[in-house]
């Protein structure tokens, strides 16, 4: 008899399902007897004791649904160690009942805080495997996430979309793509989308080189711009402040976001009208696409077999074109960044996409 416990934790994504039903039907198809108990709201649930037990039929139906049949939550690491407003203490609420429920091991889905979280609970004791999600792709040790391709097909389809409307009007459009500190999902979804300009977090930004870059497509002759702007996108003379003084500046920032800021400053430039289009949340939304369904169930599977033979303390991830378990004390606290040096970056400036360095 295995007793597993589950959760969801940090913003979801899509293929969360997929990812459990995969581990699910694993464990299932064993022969092996098995419970299922469903932590509700990520690590909420594992720490007020709130879970459903789950047979095998509830994983049946969901390969291609959105979300997290458990629902999720953000809990920061940074705070997971303090007492609760009621004095608890989480952690040792979490090893309580986990204990309490004898469970074989915690299954734990979710991105960079929630790894911190996971491979703290392996600290104390406790059997953990984890799942790689997040529509960021920012997770160290594994080569793609669960939910990154379907969100940068959305992105991709948001563009796709801004292309006829800017072609037709002869505008400068920016879609302003997720991504706070890492700029895979902008820069896959801006190549695949066509965009002229694509500004990320890693490579700050010169609004005059924006401009450069704008007028000589028009001098050629092209009569719109598409910019890509990551939310995370920076200018030079931001990256170069002290946080201290970032943070000050923020405080009266008169923007919603960077892609305002960036559009007001071309208004201002070129005198050429400029609209901004958020996508935001629409991209963890919906049904994940093909590839994160067969992705996301291929880890599942293998998070299973690993339960299966008891072998704890993993991030099943994707290495070389080969699904690998990862430590998970390499995995937590480290992110996955993308390197203004990297191949993909230089090819993109080959084709001639302008970063705005
Ligand atoms: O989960 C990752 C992510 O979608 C980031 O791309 C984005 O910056 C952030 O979460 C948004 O967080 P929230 O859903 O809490 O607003």
Not at 144 to 160: R, Y
Not at 343 to 352: R, S, V
Request: hydrophobic content about 40%; charged content about 25%.
């Amino acid at each position: 008899m295995k007793r597993i416990g589950m959760l969801t934790s940090g913003g979801d994504c899509q293929a969360l399902n997929a990812a459990m039903r995969g581990v699910v039907k694993t464990l299932f198809n064993s022969g092996e007897q098995v419970e299922i108990y469903g932590f509700l709201e990520g690590y909420r649930g594992l720490i007020y004791g709130n879970f459903q037990m789950l047979t095998s039929k509830d994983f049946s139906g969901i390969l291609t649904k959105g979300g997290t049949i458990l629902g999720s939550s953000r809990t920061p690491f940074k705070t997971i160690q303090d007492p609760d407003e009621n004095g608890l203490d989480k952690v040792e609420a979490m090893k309580q009942n986990y204990y309490k429920l004898k469970l074989d091991v915690l299954v734990i889905l979710g991105g960079n805080g929630t790894h911190k979280t996971a491979n703290l609970l392996r600290t104390e004791g406790l059997n953990v495997v984890t799942l790689p999600k997040t529509i960021d792709n920012d997770l160290w040790g594994t080569d793609m996430t669960f939910g990154f391709q379907s969100a940068v097909n959305i992105a991709t389809d948001c563009i796709d979309c801004i292309h006829t409307t800017a072609a037709s009007h002869g505008r400068i459009f920016i879609v302003e793509i997720m991504g706070h500190k890492v700029g895979w999902l902008p820069l896959n979804a801006g190549m695949a989308g066509g965009a002229d300009i694509i500004l990320l977090p890693e490579i700050p930004y010169d609004i005059d080189k924006i401009c450069e870059a704008i007028k000589i497509r028009h001098e050629r002759g092209a009569g719109f711009t598409i910019i890509a702007v990551a939310e995370g996108a920076i200018s030079k003379e931001k990256a170069a402040m002290s946080k201290k003084e970032l943070k000050k500046l923020m405080e009266n920032y008169p923007y919603p976001s960077v892609s305002y800021e960036v559009a007001d400053e071309i208004k201002k430039k070129t005198g050429q009208d400029v609209r901004v289009t958020v996508p935001g949340h629409t991209q963890r939304g919906g049904s994940p696409c093909p590839y994160d369904r067969v992705f996301a169930s291929r880890l599942g599977a293998e998070a299973g077999s690993l339960i299966l033979k008891g072998e704890y303390g993993f991030m099943v991830g994707y290495r070389n074109r080969e699904i690998v378990k990862v430590p998970l004390e390499d995995v937590a606290g480290k992110l996955k960044t993308l390197s203004p040096d990297a191949p993909i970056i230089k090819e993109a400036k080959l084709l001639g996409i302008s970063f705005g360095d």
